[in-house]
């Protein structure tokens, strides 16, 4: 139901302010396993109060009808940039984990935006 998944990415786009990726982080993937299922993508609805045809969007986002949905599938440009990002920091620095540890100058265990 492509109107269904229109209607789901407007609410996205006014609760998130069209951060994909955060909404993936925050309402959908909350167990980090990088895969949502059914169920997750259900609650993560009645989170956004969106009550539209759930199971027609899942549908249109599960493109290749493998009964979960990965990032690429809701924001594959995000996906694309974030797995460029890791090849780059695990090539550069080792690890994800390094390269953060790396640009943390304060080492106050987070990154400032002047970080």
């Not at 899942?58 to 694309?80: F, K, M, S, V, W």
Request: aromatic share 12%; net charge negative.
């Amino acid at each position: 139901d492509t109107e269904a998944l229109g209607a789901f990415l407007g609410a996205i786009d006014k609760r998130f302010s069209g951060r994909k990726v955060l909404a993936w982080r925050c309402l959908l993937d909350k167990d980090e396993s990088n895969y949502v299922t059914y169920s997750e993508f259900e609650d993560g609805c009645k989170q956004l109060h969106f009550f539209g045809n759930v199971p027609g969007c899942y549908r249109c986002l599960d493109e290749d009808l493998n009964g979960y949905l990965t990032l690429r599938e809701l924001d594959p440009e995000a996906d694309h940039m974030l797995a460029f990002f890791k090849v780059h920091a695990e090539t550069r620095f080792g690890s994800v984990g390094a390269a953060f540890d790396e640009l943390d100058t304060d080492r106050s265990g987070s990154l400032t935006h002047r970080e």
